[in-house]
């Protein structure tokens, strides 16, 4: 929200309308030094346009994401002018690509929007910088910008300028002219001569910051006329003439007031009381705002202000010159009620400010987990690099700051070792400090064994850390659920993974549940993201819902490509993939590559593989799909502990070589197996698969006959359908039929609920299939997706011209798929958990790419291609 | 919220220091001159010149603090030690 302009501003029509014409091209860059009126310009011009997007540049921003996340929070304020959006939320990994389209996205849904960002030249983040060139090269169509900056910055601009897409406003277009300069001082009412106005607009050069400062010091003064002709008989500079002027008319409480609370980036009636030791300073700076006397407001209820940067750098060097031996008990002060009212960072910096190292080192070991979950990584490091190198001396405090931004930024041997450092000392560490040091270590250590599938370092820590809370001080309590909420995570991660147990989603359930209480989420998503693959083991109508939650969720906050997301994603393409939909599968796991970082685990890294593997072989390309499951299989043989999936992985790699005709190397794999994984009903499927290619189906039979009556141990119902095709193909081999019809048709009806159609393609039964007689069957529908899928089509699609189902997106299949209902664009939002205007983009490119004019046609043609599954629960 | 504390470690820092004079239009006063510590100041006419022994990061830190200030940057030159401009032989190849 802009606050609307202030009085004693004047209208400078001129410039507006400037701005008007500005507003033709894409860009507007306006580039004049402090106090040029930039700003108050923009203020005005607000008030005169439509929807804007206003975005103010925190001080000396370092933070990519911090920018980017105002950014979009701005777009979406502006999007919704009924005040009900969703503001996004930082995460702990944070993808600058992702967030970069989808401002762009919701900047195009949004329509016509002018995105203004002040005070761009506090941006300090060159990623940030370059993703905002990339932005502005690419504005939507009705989309415009406004940069506002002391400096001209290296934004990459060239092009638009060459494309005459740029306009600049420069330091000359906003100086004061006589005219103005008259103007401004009528609507303040101060009376002063022509030749009076003419010296002030000279020796200000109509400076804007010159001319409103020489108005606050002219009102009320006893002879305005001397008040000018002193001025401009000085050489003083400008700026530091008015502002001494300034403040020197100011009485004692507000000179109090403003050098007192120069230090703070921010001020409210609180702080200033307990900075200048008295009562009622909110009514003071409320009449400063209202005096136009270089104090803002930040939000709507005027509760917190800021002082003109201009301003507060010049108070800030008279408090040091004039008080310096109050600065630090200042900044004690300020880190005191900061630290009491949660505002972590603002604490840290003054405790830093105020030369009280151990202090600062606490408040940071304290917090440094619930500040990577708000996606502060980087803020952490930026404050771990202001300590002076003797604070590092055998501090567990900073140990275990710097573990846990590296754990966050997955430098997992680097946390290690800052781990084994805060271990090292905590015993010298006062004891009230040890709990709570050793809580932090354990729930970091915690983390590490999960990310590097170590389940004995898992269980080990998730004792020490679930154990109820009791008789701690109140406010460890909130921080310790958030370590219990992070820690049930990476418990029921690891159940799900490594242990298959069922346990894994009560333990998902309860931490997202704990998350969502906490206000966390983040850890919701993860944790929900997490439940999708754990209850992979249901149904597939399960599955996909909780996919969809996990995804929708991130959707609200402005996510979407998150690391976190990695496990939902590759489980919808599992999901796709298993019942024939290999294009979707493909998809997905191009999704999932986008939302891995560069560092992700063996374990997420090996579903990649085997997704992929299970896609090649679904499209049968057995050579590709072999070195996807060898891939997952050396990655697997890295992770400390088993997996879930480890005996499936064995099995269809073996199977796979076996259909390529490589029994050889097979058989000689089978013998170096462990008895647990060789007696595993997917690595006898394979030795079936083997007998089977050696042309010994009396041996392959016998070996399915333990998995069908259910003697071996097996990952799923899907295995019992792969040993009733095995079975099936032996019992063809041997000629007899009627057996061989049983069993495929035994393998159909187990497959007939989740519609699963990928192992009828992995176990080569589409001969089986084809000589199944159709009266025999309960499943002919089934049966016919089947033999499309293996004779090379991606179910649902049939002989579908791939250019228009490529080209929808994930989310447009999924508006699609409410088309054929009776719902309103609305409810469809409603549904999806997105805004309407999202929704109406995604129907207008589903009308442009399918070719249809209106609804009806849209569906007809998508029933065509076959996008809408006939009668199959998607 | 801006704190300058010694950073520390410059992978490429510029161990040359040198004399710079920095001409900003006109006077400062102690509250303005306090922003220059390393820095003494001579008034030349309406203008005042800023002389101290800096590296490359402290005279764009300068920069910034006149930035900040809302001064009026005019010019800045490198001074031999005995204090004269360093002559300009052009651009040599």
């Known amino acids: 929200m802009v606050a609307p302009a202030t009085t004693g501003l004047i209208d400078r029509e001129d410039l507006l309308a400037a701005l008007d014409r500005a507003a033709a091209s894409k860009v507007t860059v306006i580039s004049a030094p402090a106090g040029s009126g930039k700003t108050s310009l923009l203020r005005a011009w607000a008030d005169r346009r439509g929807s804007l997007a206003v975005v103010q540049v925190n001080r000396d921003e370092h933070d990519a994401q911090a920018f980017w996340v105002a950014v979009l929070g701005a777009v979406r304020r502006a999007a919704a002018p009924t005040g009900r959006a969703e503001p996004p939320v930082a995460t702990p990994e944070f993808n600058a690509r992702a967030m970069v389209d989808r401002v762009c996205s919701e900047l195009a849904d949004a329509g016509g929007v002018t995105l203004v960002i002040d005070d761009l030249h506090e941006l300090n983040s060159p990623e940030a910088l370059a993703q905002l060139s990339g932005l502005l090269t690419t504005l939507p169509p009705g989309v415009h910008a406004i940069l506002a900056t002391r400096r001209d910055l290296r934004l990459g601009l060239h092009r638009l300028r060459l494309a005459g897409e740029l306009a600049e406003v420069r330091a000359a277009d906003l100086r004061f002219t006589e005219p103005e300069t008259r103007r401004l001082l009528d609507a303040a009412g101060i009376r002063l001569s022509e030749a009076g106005i003419a010296d002030l607009q000279q020796r200000t050069e109509g400076w804007a910051a010159g001319l409103r400062l020489a108005v606050i010091s002219l009102l009320g003064h006893p002879d305005p006329e001397r008040f000018v002709a002193a001025f401009s008989g000085t050489d003083r500079t400008v700026a530091e003439y008015l502002l001494a002027e300034m403040l020197e008319r100011q009485s004692y409480e507000v000179q109090r007031l403003l050098l007192r609370t120069s230090l703070l980036d921010r001020v409210n009636g609180e702080l200033a009381d307990l900075l200048t030791g008295r009562p009622g300073n909110e009514r003071i700076l409320l009449n400063l705002e209202e005096a136009n006397a270089f104090v803002v407001s930040l939000d709507p209820d005027r509760t917190w202000f800021r002082y003109h940067h201009l301003v507060g750098d010049f108070l800030r060097l008279e408090l040091r010159r004039t008080l310096p031996e109050e600065v630090p008990t200042l900044h004690r002060r300020a880190a005191g009620w900061f630290s009491e009212h949660g505002r972590v960072v603002d604490a840290i910096q003054h405790s830093q400010a105020a030369g009280d190292w151990s202090t600062a080192a606490r408040l940071l070991a304290d917090h440094s987990f619930g500040l990577t979950l708000d996606g502060q990584a980087q803020t952490i490091q930026a404050l771990l690099e202001a300590f002076p190198p003797d604070a590092w001396t055998d501090s567990s405090e900073l140990a275990v700051a710097h573990a846990t931004i590296d754990v966050a930024l997955g430098r997992l041997d680097k946390a290690a070792g800052y781990l084994t450092v805060a271990e090292a000392h905590i015993e010298t560490t006062p004891p009230d400090r040890r709990r709570r040091l050793r809580v932090a270590v354990a729930s970091l250590k915690l983390s590490l064994a999960r990310r590097r599938g170590s389940v004995a370092g898992v269980l080990e820590q998730v004792e020490f850390l679930t154990s109820p809370v009791t008789g701690q001080p109140e406010e460890d309590i909130g921080r310790d659920s958030d370590l219990r909420a992070v820690a049930l995570m990476n418990l029921g991660t690891i159940e799900a993974w490594s242990l298959a147990t069922p346990d894994a989603e009560r333990h998902l359930l309860e931490g997202a549940a704990l998350a969502r209480e906490n206000g966390r989420p983040y850890i919701e998503v993860a944790c929900l993201a997490q439940l999708g693959f754990a209850s992979k083991i249901r149904s597939f109508a399960t599955t996909r819902r909780r996919c969809q939650e996990a995804l929708a969720l991130a959707e609200r906050y402005g996510w979407g490509a998150e690391t976190i997301l990695a496990p939902a994603l590759l489980t919808l393409a599992g999901v796709a993939t298993w019942m024939g939909d290999f294009d979707d599968g493909e998809r997905w796991l191009q999704h999932t590559a986008q939302a891995l970082g560069s560092d992700t685990g063996p374990g997420i890294s090996l579903l990649l593989h085997i997704g992929t593997g299970m896609v090649r072989s679904g499209r049968g390309r057995l050579p590709e799909a072999l070195e996807e499951f060898g891939a997952a299989e050396r990655l697997r043989s890295q992770l400390v502990g088993s997996h879930a999936l480890a005996s499936q992985v064995t099995g269809w790699l073996l199977a796979t070589q076996a259909r390529l005709g490589l029994t050889g190397e097979a058989r000689a794999a089978l013998t170096t197996l462990d008895d647990e994984r060789a007696s595993s009903g997917e690595v006898r499927n394979a030795r079936a698969a083997i007998s089977l290619a050696d042309g010994d189906p009396a041996a392959a039979l016998a070996v399915v006959r333990d998995v069908i009556e259910g003697r071996a141990p097996v990952t799923g119902y899907i295995t019992i359908v792969e040993a009733h095709l095995l079975g099936g193909r032996a019992h063809r081999q041997l000629g007899n039929q009627r057996a061989a019809n049983q069993a495929a048709e035994s393998a159909l009806s187990l497959a007939e609920p989740d519609r699963v159609v990928l192992p009828f393609v992995m176990t080569g039964a589409a001969e089986l299939l084809e000589s199944l007689p159709r009266h025999e069957t309960a499943h002919a529908a089934l049966l016919r997706d089947i033999l499309d899928a293996a004779h090379g089509a991606s179910l649902p699609a049939e002989d579908h011209p791939s250019s228009a189902v490529d080209g929808l997106s994930p989310t447009e299949l999924k508006v699609l798929r409410y088309l054929p209902t009776n719902l309103s664009r609305p409810e469809i939002a409603g549904e999806l958990s997105v805004s309407v205007n999202t929704v109406n983009t995604h129907v207008r490119n589903i009308y442009a790419k399918l070719q249809a004019r209106d609804r009806s046609a849209a569906v007809e043609r998508a029933r065509q291609l076959g996008l809408l599954g006939a009668g199959r629960a998607r | ?93």
Do not use: K
């Open chain 2, 1 to 93: 919220m801006r704190i300058h504390l010694p950073a520390l470690d410059h992978p490429r820092m510029d161990p040359g220091q040198a004399r710079y004079a920095v001409e900003v239009n006109g006077h400062l006063g102690v509250t303005a001159l306090s922003a220059f510590p390393a820095m003494v100041a001579q008034c030349r006419g309406p203008r005042t010149v800023l002389v101290g022994l800096l590296d490359q990061s402290a005279l764009y830190g300068v920069v910034a603090q006149l930035e900040a200030l809302g001064l009026e940057l005019l010019e800045i030159r490198r001074l031999t030690l005995d204090g004269v401009a360093e002559p300009d032989d052009g651009c040599l190849p």
